[in-house]
């Protein structure tokens, strides 16, 4: 069997003395779509980070096609994987279409200007995600919605083969999570990867095939998705109860009590 | 809404930007070269410099006078801007200037710490100190300053080493110079006090200002600016924050202190000869923005040319001056008179096209 494409091991880690991540293993083939859940401060955007190697682990080693990450440059990395961050603040007005452009940084030379096929592809990109009106929009009057679909379709332009998301749809409407969402299947379907932090459990049922559950910095569960969501576990991880009904026919979760 | 021409960089569009400003740059060094307090100005400079016909008296008033300093002063403004944006960037601060980083207070340090040394008498260690001069003293304390700071940088514990201890511990370095700088000139004679406050103010008077001084310092900074375009794509992706850069394919630290360490080996050596010159750094890149947009792959060579364009326009005015207060005021004076009021309208020019949702 071939390598996995993403491959975790003893993934310890921890800030200023405080742990964060004990001992992670996860496997993450070629065409998975996986989904990372747990409570807020479980550590899952370290294990994010660790995955795209944004930061140096304490122990354990990240391998990407069976090379590991900390022999690999910036920009090898980067080729490989994209990673969509929490939309931050920006300081400096570039506009949404500039900040798209930015997708092609590891793959295009130091002195090279941005080409017209380049351009062609931003704007297709924004066009799919519904934004390419605010192309030219500096980056300090967009909403922290809008932010967040360019940072996607920026994802979208760099054409790496796993993508790394972190609460993508945080800041998005509902019309607009479901739109996120589809690009994670097409990407799925295209032969790309997926691991997105997320928080709405029914999205996870809907848009993923996999899926970790990470509590106290320990990976407790992680398989397919409709087999590995129960009720006691997901009580146990949130310390609420929760319960799982049909709507539509889609997996939904609802507070019990 | 209307579709409009994109404003992402074309080489187009960069070599548009990078000759309008180079325009300005000479038509500024020529108004300086032509501008004199003697009666020989205008027309006749250009004219006696195209056919090559100058009395002794002019060619030494073009030549030996007007020239080295209109070149100086374009040297330590290119150096003055550039840095400004680059700490800018790297620093993901709008209002980090050259000087941000302590280089001010080490450079000023050094310095008035020589000037007062001179003044006290310490017998045979004066024979070591008169190989000395300010501006040695001067870039050896900025350089000192930027090792304590990268020191401290380095010793933090890992994950822990971002901008802001860098930004921390260069606010905390030039407090520190002030006190000591405040001190010395409490304790020194009345007559070196006022030497090290002129020192400070920054001037583009300069003793023995040669052509091999000038082609020295320029060459420094000519090279410190081609590695800064070097990395010009990289600040781009850096002014967004550590994880976006890394994620996008930047060596994010080694890239910090490269660049870091390049745009302050420019300034110190700009700062040295001139003592403190503000609002260059802050002015200069802030409103090319407003022109050229944030790309440095555009703004850092802009910048270049717009800071040695300000700062020999200042120069020029300090000239000026003397005919109305008969004395030269420090270039650093009328950069601030120019500059600060120059920044609250850039600021509010920046506020209102983010109101109006275009750049």
Redesign the interface.
Known sequence: MSEPILQIDGLTHG??GVPVLHQVDLTVEAGDSMALIGPNGAGKTTLL?AA?????PDAGSVRIDGRDLAEM???E???R???L?QA?P??????A???V???F??RTG??S??SKTQ?ERAHAAMRQLEIE?L????A??LSGGELQRVLMARTLV?RADVWLLDEPTSHLDVRHQLAMLRQVGGHVGDGGTVLAVLHDLGLVHRFFDRVAVLKAGELVATGPVDETLNTDLLSDVFEVELVRGEVDGQTVWTVGG | MTTRRDRALTSRGLWQAVLAVSLLYVAVSVMALTYGSSDFGGWQVVSGLVSGELTPSQHAIVWHARMPRILFAGIVGAALAVGGAVFQAVLRNPLADPYILGISGGAALGGTLLLALEAAVFGGAMTYLGQLSPPIAAFIGAMGTLSIIFGVARWTPAGRTGNYVLLLTGVIVNAFASAVILFLKSVVSARKAQEMLFYLMGTLTVEGLSFQLIASVGGVVLACLAAIIWYARDLNVLSLGDDEAAALGVDVERTRWWTVAIASLAVACAVAFTGLIGFVGLVVPHGLRLVVGPDHRVLIPCCALGGAAFLTGADLLTRASFAVFSTTLPVGVVTAFVGAPLFVVFLWRNLRQDAEGVR
Do not use: N
């Open positions: 800030f200023a980070r795209g190697g944004l930061l140096e440059s910036r920009r990395i980067a080729r994987m994209s990673y961050s931050t920006q300081v400096f007005d570039f506009s279409l500039e900040l452009l930015m997708g940084h590891a130091r002195f200007l941005p351009r009106h192309a030219e929009r500096p300090s009057v760099a």
